[in-house]
């Protein structure tokens, strides 16, 4: 990858915003482009956590396989995000899957160029430790989602969790950028499929919702606030 092309794109993320022109070009020469078709998984639980993957392009979930194949999807993430810290900060194995939810253009940077970059801007640590709490943080909310909230409170939460994310506003309404099928919003939200498939189709009939494509499209984000609790 050629340092001074793409040089611009890293200083659009935010842990690197902190960083000078040359320490920015320094970090972007030390880069390298990967590509993952959609469906493909980039690293599983457990694996050796040597890099750092910036998005530039697509969607990625970061989820957790139970052992009988059951899904809990913890987060997805789009451009300017990274994934795959935790393991370069802690030395320890992947501690969940990611998965392409589309085809994805990665930047990787080798844990050994990370540390380099830390030591010479501290703020890049102060940037990671924040985006982990915030992480942390919306992990502690879907514990607490799947105690206090029932499947409609869940889904509608959820849906516009990802409008505020992910979200492009079209004439009708905010349209969710994220291919979702129905057995994906149930890994979300905990749920079995059968369930999401009753609350969407409740959700469509009250005209709160559209679908096309496995595109979600929000009209009474109002009404889907009202339904959460």
């Known amino acids: 990858m ?3 092309t793409e040089s611009s794109y890293f200083k659009q993320v935010y842990i690197f915003a902190g960083l000078s022109d040359d ?5 972007s020469g030390s880069a390298r482009k990967r590509s993952f078709r959609s469906g493909e998984v980039i690293f599983h639980r457990d694996d050796p956590g ?5 998005i530039k392009e697509g969607k990625v979930k970061i989820c957790l396989i139970s052992p009988d194949g059951q899904e809990i999807s913890l987060v997805v993430l ?3 995000e990274y994934f795959g810290e935790q393991a370069l900060l802690d030395g320890l194995g992947r501690s969940a899957d990611a998965v392409a939810l589309e085809k994805v253009e990665c930047y990787t940077l080798q844990r050994s160029d990370f540390h380099k970059a830390i030591l010479k801007n501290p703020k890049i640590a102060i940037s990671v430790l924040e985006v982990l709490s915030k992480r942390l943080r919306n992990t502690d909310q879907q514990v607490e989602d799947l105690i206090f909230l029932d499947v409609y409170g ?12 992910h ?12 291919r979702l099928t129905q057995q994906e919003i149930a890994s979300m939200v905990g749920a079995s499929r059968e369930s999401v498939n009753k609350v969407l189709g409740y959700f469509t009939d009250k005209q709160y919702i559209s679908t ?15 339904r959460v609790y």
Not at 23 to 27: A, D, K
Not at 156 to 165: T, Y
């Open 78 to 80: 789009g451009k300017g």
């Open 23 to 27: 320490e920015i070009f320094e970090l």
């Open 2 to 4: 050629e340092a001074g």
């Open 212 to 226: 096309d494509r496995h595109r979600i499209t929000l009209h009474r984000m109002a009404e889907l606030r009202r």
């Open 154 to 165: 869940r889904v509608a939460k959820k849906l516009l969790d990802l409008a505020d994310a």
């Open 167 to 178: 979200g492009v506003q079209v004439s009708d309404g905010v349209r969710i950028d994220v």
């Open 50 to 54: 040597q890099v750092l993957y910036v």
